[in-house]
């Protein structure tokens, strides 16, 4: 069982950033994946960024590539989501996700709105 804690989020205007955090209830290295996915209204929930422990690579969607970051720390069972550049299209329920082998786990979920 892993448990999830967000926080972050919030009000933005475009152009601005954000940093969401997701703290983990055991070490990141113990998961197959951590990471961030996003849904907005009428949309599915789609993967934002995500980090694989086993080869320490991490996966960007092609629409926040070069503007998120995500990044851990290890000690903490932490990561976190750098938002810059943020657009208005960026509007969603964020959602922290953690996986291990035959479980998923979600965190409760935080919202970002960004105002043109």
């Known amino acids: 069982q892993v448990q999830l804690v967000e926080s972050g989020g919030g009000l933005v205007q475009a152009g601005g950033s954000l940093r969401l955090s997701c703290a983990a209830s055991?070490?990141?290295?113990?998961?197959?994946?951590m990471g961030w996915y996003r849904q907005a209204p009428g949309n599915e929930r789609e993967l934002v960024a995500r980090?694989?422990?086993?080869?320490?690579?991490?996966n960007y969607a092609d629409s926040v590539k070069g503007r998120f970051t995500l990044s851990r720390d290890i000690a903490k069972n932490t990561v976190y989501l750098q938002m810059n550049s943020l657009k208005p299209e960026d509007t969603a329920v964020y959602y922290c996700?953690?996986?291990?082998?035959?479980?998923?786990?979600w965190g409760q979920g935080t919202q970002v709105t960004v105002s043109s």
């Open positions: 996700q953690a996986k291990s082998i035959g479980s998923n786990y």
């Open positions: 055991r070490n990141i290295f113990s998961l197959n994946t």
């Open positions: 980090f694989i422990p086993s080869i320490s690579n991490t």
